[in-house]
Every structure is written in C-alpha cells, then in structure tokens.
C-alpha cells in the first residue's frame, strides 16, 4: 500500500492564481482531511470529508475549497492564493464508525509559498 | 478560550536519559488524547492513543499518562536514543461523534544527543 499520496511536494504561486493540491489514499477509508501547518502553531483542520460526497469545513475553512467524489481522492482547491496561505499542508485519513479514536494516517505534506 | 500548549522550546537529552514532554490544555474535555511524531519534511506518524479512564498507556520505550484532573497529558520517552529525535505533538480528540475531529498543541522538538 501506498499509504496516503500527495502532490505537488512544493508549489511556488504568485499572488491571486489558483491551484488544486492532490491527495490520493489506497486504505478504503471513509474518513479524509485537509490541515495546515505553521510555525509555533498546531495542525489546523481546513476541511474534512466522512464520504464520498459529503464534505464539511474545519475550523480554517476560507479560501479554500473541496469536493470527494471518490473514496480514495480528496483535492483542495485554492481559489484565489495569498501570502497568508504561504504554509504546509497535510492530507490525513482514517477509517471510521469503530470510535472517534483511530489514529490518522498523514501524506508527506506540499509545501506552499504564495508571494 | 480553548488552548492545547506544549514547550516550545527544544528538550535536550542525553542519550540513554529519560525525555519527558508536557501536554496541557484549558477548555477541553476530551475523552481521548494521541500522541504523534513528525520527523523534519514529513507527515505525523502515530504513536498512541490513551483514553480518559486510563492513566497511563505504554508501548515499547514510550509511556503516555493522561491526567484529566489536572488537564494534562505527559509523554516519556525511556533510554532516549538519537533516533527518537523528532517534534512530538499531542492531540485532542474533541468531538464524540464516530468521526473524532483531532484538535493538535504545536508540538516540542526533542534532540538525543550520543
């Protein structure tokens, strides 16, 4: 197994393009989800999907968009970049409906700068 | 406000020493609380998860005890080893639904010196 996939591992924008970050997982599981990660803060839950066709926001949701139509595939879409989406971005998935405690498989992470 | 806090500052250990990392939060009430290990240039990686009616979790060199009294979780890492080094983050499942939404501290780095 692959694991979880993600692609570009680093992406150059200028201010105002817009891109897809890819995440791929061979797991089967229902559960994916984008974070963010900058320095001196947390992973920062951005948007999340329990299933093909359902998506819902996390807690940094603007500017960004997501859709599933797949179980394996979950892109993020930035529409418009800014400077302030310069950051790390991780891809997570995880099986569900056993408990909320199963572990998180993360993706290798795109590393994103937006001048 | 809701606030997960670990050192920000680097933990530098002695090889063979004991590190330990606080993990403290306000606000929460979680049920359960993960540990994760991020190497530089990569993804988190599981370590364990340790529920609120168990107060401690061992797994290998690694002892997790959770204190929801204190609002605390503490991470050991026994007979430290160069490879343990690595930012170590905590996390709190927040949500009780089947989905555990995660809610991550920004994570202390450990650096195991021979």
């Known amino acids: 197994n692959a694991g979880v996939t993600q692609t570009p591992k680093f992406q150059v924008l200028k201010t105002g393009q817009s891109m897809t970050l890819q995440c791929a997982q061979d797991m089967n599981h229902e559960y994916m989800s984008w974070y963010r990660q900058d320095p001196g803060m947390g992973l920062r839950l951005i948007h999340y999907s329990v299933g093909a066709g359902i998506t819902d926001q996390g807690e940094v949701p603007n500017g960004y968009n997501v859709s599933r139509s797949t179980t394996e595939d979950f892109p993020l879409r930035l529409l418009s970049a800014a400077p302030s989406q310069t950051s790390v971005y991780f891809c997570a998935s995880k099986t569900g409906g056993q408990g909320p405690y199963n572990e998180q498989f993360f993706g290798p992470g795109t590393r994103l700068t937006v001048l | 406000s809701q606030k997960i806090e670990q050192n920000s500052e680097a933990l530098n250990i002695q090889e063979g020493k004991t590190a330990t990392l606080t993990c403290n939060y306000t606000?929460?009430?979680?049920?359960?609380l993960q540990w994760y290990r991020q190497d530089p240039g990569r993804g988190p990686v599981f370590l364990l998860l340790i529920r609120e009616n168990e107060k401690e979790k061992r797994k290998e060199r690694l002892k997790v005890t959770f204190d929801t009294t204190l609002k605390q979780s503490l991470f050991h890492i026994t007979a430290s080893q160069p490879a343990d080094s690595a930012t170590y983050l905590c996390a709190l499942v927040v949500t009780t639904d089947s989905w555990g939404k995660l809610q991550f501290g920004a994570g202390t780095q450990v650096v195991v010196t021979p």
């Open positions: 606000n929460y009430s979680p049920a359960y």
